[in-house]
């Protein structure tokens, strides 16, 4: 699927070492501001019908959605609203590296319980930071195809929505993975991470088409890696109102 991207980045940093939670380490800094702006935006979407539970999908790998999931969800816990993150990218998954979680038990051991016999709160694990708990992805069986498909899933999201203010997903790229567009489906809203300078803007077309084709609820996109003036280079904009000609991010 390399099709779509100009400069395809495989990044396995944040698989290993966790993605960047500047909101914990540097919550005065721009960056930490930014993914607070995005978190606020996202709130003034849902006036009308609250964004409980949501994703941030990009159109190819190595984007920034684990990074801007990590440190969106963290920037909601820190306004002291009860906060779930759950992993569901079975392909590349950070959460647990990122928030120093045990990995033996996760989404999968939920998804693959057809007697429905284990309880998902002995599974979700409370972090460091608090009203931030995490629900890792759990072990990927070799066939993982169709899990996050499923109505366990659909039935799963229904759950964490009732024990949780939000619930943010952790979701492969739409273009690499079929999925993402159903489990898309079943949230009160998607956003699209598009980095600056790499994703092409076909990626970006073909992205939500998808997207509106799976009658997801599109919220808007994150311009990353804009340039900011941050010390570590991070930089994030929001933008609204995605038409397949406007990929740029109003200032
Ligand atoms: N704004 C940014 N500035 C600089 N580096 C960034 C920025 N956003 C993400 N990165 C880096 O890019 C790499 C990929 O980020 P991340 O893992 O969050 O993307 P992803 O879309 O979740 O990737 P994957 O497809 O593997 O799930 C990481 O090394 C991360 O630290
Ligand atoms: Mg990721």
């Not at 909101?23 to 501001?33: D, G, I, N, R």
């Not at 709130?43 to 999908?57: N, R, S, Y």
């Not at 309880?119 to 990927?140: F, M, R």
């Amino acid at each position: 699927m390399g099709l779509f991207s100009r400069k395809k980045i495989q990044s396995v940093d944040t698989m290993v070492n966790g993605a960047n939670l500047v909101t914990l380490t540097k919550p005065q800094s721009l960056v930490a501001e930014q993914f607070r702006t995005i978190k606020t935006n996202i709130t003034f979407m849902g006036v009308d019908h609250p964004i409980k539970a949501l994703a941030f999908t990009s159109s190819n790998i190595s984007e920034g959605k684990s990074t801007v999931t990590a440190n969106v969800g963290v920037t909601w816990a820190q306004d002291n609203k009860r906060v779930l993150m759950v992993d569901a990218d079975l392909r590349r998954p950070t959460m647990h590296s990122t928030f120093d979680l045990d990995n033996r038990q996760g989404l999968t051991t939920l998804l693959m319980d057809q007697e429905h016999v284990i309880n998902s709160q002995d599974v979700i694990q409370a972090t460091e930071v608090p009203n931030l708990d995490v629900l890792t992805v759990g072990p990927v069986p070799p066939n993982a195809t169709g899990l996050l498909n499923s109505q366990r899933m659909r039935d799963l999201v229904a759950t964490f929505e009732q024990m949780y203010d939000v619930v943010i997903i952790d979701v492969p790229p739409i273009l690499e993975v079929n999925d993402t567009q159903v489990l898309s489906s079943m949230l009160d809203g998607v956003v699209l991470v598009v980095r600056s300078g790499v994703t092409q803007k076909v990626a970006v077309k073909r992205a939500v088409e998808m997207l509106n084709i799976s009658k997801a609820n599109l919220l808007g996109y994150v311009m990353n890696d804009v340039a900011s003036g941050d010390d570590d280079g991070y930089g994030y904009g929001y933008g609204y109102g995605y038409g397949y000609g406007s990929v740029e991010p109003e200032d």
